[in-house]
Nanobody, 119 residues
Framework: VRLVESGGGLVQPGGSLRLSCAASGFTFSRSALSWYRQAPGKERELVATINTKDVATYYPDSVKDRFTISRDNSVNTIYLQMNNLQPEDTAVYYC?????????????WGQGTQVTVSS
């Protein structure tokens, strides 16, 4: 399994970024995936999940009207569109997969992509 994030960077407050997570090594279309983030000095938190039927769930109230998670099964990629970014969105953003087989359950993380919101 491989998860590779991209799209992070430095953006001013109110700006937008789109993160991508390119996945390989498993049956993408049959898997739910998530975005997490970890701000400096804080625990990693779940931001959004998208299931196999394209149903999205957002977890912090602060992102529900600003972030959109989506997936493209044709290119094995999930996205996180982030609008109206605020300094408190500054964090490393990670792609996450929990893969369950009849033999085991394993958690997979990408390497992360840094998002910095600052003027």
């Amino acid at each position: 399994v491989r998860l590779v994030e991209s799209g992070g960077g430095l953006v001013q407050p109110g700006g937008s970024l789109r993160l991508s997570c390119a996945a390989s090594g498993f049956t993408f279309s049959r898997s739910a995936l998530s975005w997490y983030r970890q701000a400096p000095g804080k625990e990693r938190e779940l931001v959004a999940t998208i299931n196999t039927k394209d149903v999205a769930t957002y977890y912090p109230d602060s992102v529900k009207d600003r972030f959109t998670i989506s997936r493209d099964n044709s290119v094995n990629t999930i996205y996180l569109q982030m609008n109206n970014l605020q300094p408190e969105d500054t964090a490393v953003y990670y792609c996450y997969l929990r893969r369950t087989t009849i033999f085991s359950t394993n958690d997979y993380w990408g390497q992360g992509t840094q998002v910095t919101v600052s003027s």
